[in-house]
């Protein structure tokens, strides 16, 4: 099982984004408490975590057995409404992305989405993530 969680006392945009990957991504969102991240590897061997930069904004880190497999920095995050159909999962433009987070999220392939990282979020949001990684 994969969960969505964020750093102890995140930013409210953090918590924000959060929530939303967890939501587009059918992914329980647990808030942490002060759960050490390392601890809660233990039961789920993939989490998502999202923490704050003071700077570039938020970094996203996949982890899987306690281990960071991947990270990229989300350096803007644009909130649109959301015209089209409802789709569950990230979309990417990007085939090196793709290739190495389809084994761990649901993620599909679309040349001609609007940016790197697209998807869905509640209330008629589409969100689209341009990233560092």
């Given at each position: 099982m994969t969960?969505?969680?964020?750093?102890r006392k995140p930013?409210?945009?953090?918590?924000?984004?959060?929530?939303?990957i967890a939501f587009a991504l059918d992914y329980p969102y647990v808030q942490r408490g002060k759960t050490g991240i390392r601890d809660m590897g233990t039961n789920d061997?993939?989490?998502?975590?999202l923490s704050g930069s003071k700077r570039k904004?938020?970094?996203?880190?996949?982890?899987?057995n306690?281990?960071?497999?991947?990270?990229?920095?989300l350096t803007n995050v644009n909130e649109i409404?959301?015209?089209?159909?409802?789709?569950?999962g990230f979309v990417t433009?990007?085939?090196?992305?793709?290739n190495f987070l389809s084994p761990y999220i649901p993620i599909t392939y679309d040349e001609?989405?609007?940016?790197p990282i697209v998807f869905c979020g509640t209330q008629k949001k589409q969100y689209i993530l341009q990233v560092m990684v």
């Open positions: 969960i969505v969680t964020s750093s930013a409210p945009e953090v918590r924000k984004i959060a929530k939303e061997p993939k989490i998502i975590f904004g938020p970094i996203f880190d996949l982890m899987v306690g281990d960071i497999i991947f990270s990229m920095l409404e959301r015209t089209g159909e409802f789709r569950k433009r990007e085939h090196e992305l793709f001609k989405a609007d940016g």
